[in-house]
């Protein structure tokens, strides 16, 4: 059995891992415990004698794009992001060590019995072995890293407390907030977007020409390039593999173990939080489950129930709907009772240390291996699959032996050895997209490599190999009009466009500062007036901008006509229809939240202020040291 101290610092983690999870923080993804090396050509900075390696960097956006596409011209911005923290770690590090300030066993443990009761049972640890598969599930996280990012969080919430203890909400800034929150006004308003308009210009022929003589140097055309390719197709290779009964009872056979079904049930439940509340509060919890279990006994509809009543965010809105689960997965009592009930059946109160549900299975099912008959479909396809691609890239590999082993080789005799598909791009520039070809990096540098008669090894892409050979080049020139006429088009259209809004934004606002009726004016000039909800400073206008870009909106009284208003490329224009003011008499029952925002706020402005200065002493004094030279060439991490 592990010890108190080892069970604190193995289970603590599930808690920090939520807040991540919840906020989103892209450079917050966990990674191991920091290296100590020496810096070498991989660091990218230092903090006293610990770096932060551009493998480090790599790693955390790596695990990044396994949750969430990331669109390669953001990876750069990501990475910067994941630096920036990774340093802050390794600065709170440095900085408790000198101040003594350290995360304890006892504190782990505290933490985890609030925050992952599955930890334990009753008050026993429930096992490293389960511990680490419910980390592995949860999270999928190892251990090691899991306990790590605990650590930091623990840590820089430590500091959170040091820094911002102190803080308190005065009056005033409590009668801001109240203000802010409550004093609304409603908005006639019309948004110009100079993009709606572009396409009701046309630009005469005299006008393009003087645009494009105007602006003759803005329109150089770039090396272009025309590609002949041949390719491996996947797909048509897909199409004609033929998969026979026995390789499919083959692989069935040799991967039997996941067609074992275990028993399981598909389960509801509604859920009434006690996480936290005094023996009083649970009571009155007991009270109102009661009578949801009353309705639901009666026949409710328990889905409907369920969104309306349950506390549990993960199956709320999905009206209470777990999936299917199997022994070993939750907690022992709600496992006990969901295992004991009969397809249809409801339970009664369930109390577990998250607080009371009432349970209802869907449907239930004994263990069993699920037959061939039943899954062969399911093998048939990413069997093919894998048989295609491993015969291409067979293929691949003897068409790179045969350009290694004959320079010489054209792409047509590679052809019809290989019975290549042969196609031909447009002329493209390194900037254009070549989607025929995916799109590819590697595909757009060896074009731009290659010099006309030889041929690129074979190049991986989502359609299957191709083999590159350049047919033309076309050099860098100065365009004539005819080769760019769409461009300049778009671009004159672009800048009326503008003008066009200016225009248009400064006559509305002008005519009803005169005197006329704001949507009489709005639709003589071809606008489409619109009128708001109230809204707050915290509030906003779809489509349109936040209360805090209309703050000036504020200041106005009803009729009153702001001037127009830059967001962006586009124009706005309105007028006050009415004000609504704060009512005091809300003021005491809003003070609790008033007070947390405020608190809030001036906590992470602090927090903020903390972390600049911190950051600046280290440099001041030596501790910290960015490579900016490596961070720049490695920014793409490729």
Same mark, same amino acid.
């Given at each position: ?77 990501? #990475? ?18 000198? &101040? ?98 572009? &396409? ?49 009872? #083959? ?268 949507? #009489?004016? #709005? ?116």
């Amino acid at each position: 059995m592990a010890s108190e101290s080892t069970i604190g610092k193995r289970i603590l983690f599930g808690f920090v891992v939520a807040l991540l999870a919840g906020g989103m923080l892209l450079y917050l993804i966990p990674q191991g415990p920091g290296t100590s090396d020496a810096a070498g050509t991989d660091t990218v900075a230092k903090v006293g004698d610990e770096s932060v390696t551009m493998a480090d960097v790599r790693q955390q956006l790596d695990q990044i794009e396994q949750r969430n596409q990331v669109p390669k011209q953001l990876e750069g911005l990501y #990475a910067q992001q994941i630096l920036k923290q990774l340093v802050f770690q390794k600065e709170l590090d440095y900085e408790a060590k000198r &101040l003594n300030i350290t995360v304890s066993d006892q504190e782990r443990a505290a933490r985890i019995k609030q925050f992952l009761p599955t930890a334990f049972n009753g008050d026993s640890f429930v096992g490293i072995d389960r511990y680490t598969q419910e980390v592995s599930a949860r999270f999928q996280l190892t251990v090691p890293v899991f306990e790590e990012l605990i650590r930091q969080g623990l840590l820089e919430e430590k500091f959170r407390q040091l820094v911002t203890d102190g803080i308190s909400a005065s009056p005033q800034e409590l009668q801001e907030e109240f203000r802010d929150r409550n004093e609304k006004v409603k908005l006639d308003y019309v948004l110009i977007r100079p993009e709606d308009l572009q &396409l009701k210009i046309t630009p005469t022929d005299a006008e393009v020409k003087a645009e494009f003589e105007k602006n003759r140097a803005k329109y150089q055309l770039p090396e272009r390039r025309v590609v002949r390719y041949g390719l491996v197709d996947v797909n048509q290779l897909r199409q004609n593999v033929h998969i026979t009964d026995d390789q499919l009872k #083959a692989r069935y056979q040799e991967n039997i173990a996941q067609y074992q079904v275990p028993s399981r049930v598909h389960v509801q439940h509604i859920l009434l939080n006690t996480v936290g509340k005094t023996d009083a509060e649970v009571e009155e919890i007991r009270k109102k489950a009661e009578d949801i279990l009353a309705q639901a006994k009666k026949g409710a509809n328990f889905t409907d129930l369920a969104k309306k009543y349950s506390e549990d965010p993960g199956s709320k809105d999905k009206g209470g709907d777990l999936g299917f689960i199997v022994q070993g997965q939750t907690v022992p009592e709600f496992e006990k009772t969901a295992f004991s009930l009969q397809k249809g059946q409801i339970s009664d109160l369930v109390k577990t240390q998250y607080g009371f549900h009432i349970i209802k299975v869907l449907e239930k099912e004994d263990a069993h291996t699920k037959p061939f008959e039943e899954v062969k479909d399911s093998i048939r396809a990413p069997l093919m699959l894998g048989t295609a691609d491993k015969e291409a890239s067979d293929t691949a590999d003897q068409i790179s032996n045969e350009v290694r082993q004959s320079p010489k080789t054209s792409l047509d005799d590679l052809a019809k050895q290989f019975h290549l598909v042969i196609s031909e791009t447009r002329p493209v520039a390194a900037t254009d997209q070549l989607l025929e070809l995916g799109n590819s990096k590697e595909i757009k540098d060896a074009i731009f490599r290659l010099n006309p008669g030889e041929l690129s090894l074979p190049i991986h892409t989502d359609r299957g190999y191709v083999v590159l050979s350049v047919k033309d080049i076309q050099p860098a020139h100065p365009a004539t009009l005819e080769e760019v006429r769409d461009k300049v088009v778009s671009d004159l259209q672009k800048e009326k466009a503008l003008q066009l809004a200016i225009v248009n934004s400064e006559e509305l606002s002008r005519r009803v500062r005169a005197g006329e009726k704001f949507d #009489a004016v #709005a639709k003589s000039l071809g606008l489409d007036p619109k009128t708001s909800d109230p809204i707050a400073r915290d509030g906003s206008i779809p489509s349109v901008g936040s209360g805090k870009q209309l703050i000036a909106a504020f200041d106005l009284k009803p009729g009153d006509v702001s001037a127009p208003l830059s967001l962006g490329s586009n124009r706005v224009v309105y007028q006050v229809v009415s004000k609504e003011e704060p009512n005091q008499a809300d003021y005491e029952k809003q003070l609790k939240d008033l007070t947390q925002a405020v608190l809030q706020n001036k906590r992470s402005v602090a927090f903020d202020a903390f972390r600049d200065a911190l950051d600046q002493r280290l440099k001041k004094d030596g501790k910290l040291k960015i490579y900016q030279d490596k961070i720049k060439s490695g920014v793409d991490l490729s």
